[in-house]
């Protein structure tokens, strides 16, 4: 198993950036798929960005491409969100979560965070 806590959401203006992490536990981080998921209140939760488990591959919704990059570094167990040209339809509350399934597939994800709170101001 894996546990996971995401780290460094807050409130920034339109235009922004930000820079969410996701620590994990336990030894077999490197395993795993990585997601960011997000959810705005009275929305369902969906997958932003993936990353495979070595980092090679990554996937992006439409929504995001472009403007956010997820990147992971095994050694230090920690996945990150870099979120830039931030728009207020971004506020929501952002996931981290691990799969050993298929990446770009919600579906397969089952560790997850806590969330943490990103809003973008207009």
């Known amino acids: 198993q894996v546990q996971l806590v995401e780290s460094g959401g807050g409130l920034v203006q339109a235009g922004g950036s930000l820079r969410l992490s996701c620590a994990a536990s336990?030894?077999?981080?490197?395993?795993?798929?990585m997601g960011w998921f997000r959810q705005a209140p009275g929305e369902e939760r969906k997958l932003v960005a993936a990353?495979?488990?070595?980092?090679?591959?990554?996937y992006y919704a439409h929504s995001v491409k472009g403007r956010f990059t997820c990147s992971r570094d095994n050694a230090k167990k920690t996945v990150y969100l870099e979120m830039n040209s931030l728009k207020p339809e971004d506020t929501a509350v952002y996931f981290c979560?691990?799969?050993?399934?298929?990446?770009?597939?919600?579906?397969?994800?089952?560790?997850w965070g806590q969330g943490t709170q990103v809003t973008v101001s207009s």
């Open positions: 990353i495979t488990y070595n980092g090679r591959s990554t």
């Open positions: 336990g030894r077999t981080f490197s395993n795993y798929a």
């Open positions: 979560a691990a799969t050993l399934g298929l990446y770009y597939r919600s579906a397969t994800y089952a560790y």
